[in-house]
């Protein structure tokens, strides 16, 4: 059974930092490209970051930092500077470019207000 599991969000003021995790079970974590996406109240679902099997990274965000632990089957992204813009729900999102299977996590919710 497939799963992305993400934790980490939460409240924070603006400025603040946050570290999302998502933890993969079911698959060849190792072989997947992983990728963020977050998704605004009234807005479209939006990528924020990518990273492939071998470690290419792809951000749309500088302010943001997304990495992976393979021996941990754990992606993980890095939010610094944060500002209330950056309020969404923060999903995990997996994707073989071989086999084109993917998988969506159920989203964690980010909200950054004082």
């Excluded at 500088?62 to 939010?79: C, E, H, P, W």
Aim: aromatic content about 12%; overall charge positive.
């Amino acid at each position: 059974q497939v799963q992305l599991v993400e934790s980490g969000g939460g409240l924070v003021q603006p400025g603040g930092s946050l570290r999302l995790s998502c933890a993969a079970s079911g698959f060849t974590f190792s072989r997947y490209a992983m990728s963020w996406y977050r998704q605004a109240p009234g807005k479209e679902r939006e990528l924020v970051a990518t990273i492939t099997s071998v470690g290419i990274i792809t951000n749309y965000e500088a302010r943001f930092t997304i990495s992976r632990d393979n021996g941990k089957n754990t992606v993980y992204l890095q939010m610094n500077s944060l500002k209330p813009e950056d309020t969404a729900v923060y999903y995990c999102y997996a994707v073989s470019f071989t086999t084109g299977a993917n998988y969506w996590g159920q989203g964690t919710q980010v909200t950054v207000s004082s």
